[in-house]
């Protein structure tokens, strides 16, 4: 018999969850329904952590009036 261990695989939720509590534990929360889509979308694979952070920063720049280069 073989003494292979498994460990379940990480679901996107698990991936939410860790940095919700990692920003938490900073300080920190993202409340933002867009941002956390894109977080959402990133953590399925949906699309890439570039493009999330692409999208997001676009998103907050429009946001706050900031010129996005």
Do not use: W
Request: charged share 20%; aromatic share 8%; net charge negative.
């Amino acid at each position: 018999m073989s003494d292979i261990r498994t460990t379940p695989s990480v679901t996107p939720q698990n991936c939410l969850n860790f940095a919700d509590a990692a920003l938490y534990l900073a300080g920190h929360t993202v409340a933002d329904p867009y941002l956390r889509e894109l977080h959402a979308k990133a953590a399925s694979g949906e699309i890439t952590v570039k493009e999330a952070g692409h999208l997001g920063e676009e998103y907050l720049c429009t946001k706050f009036g900031v010129d996005h280069e």
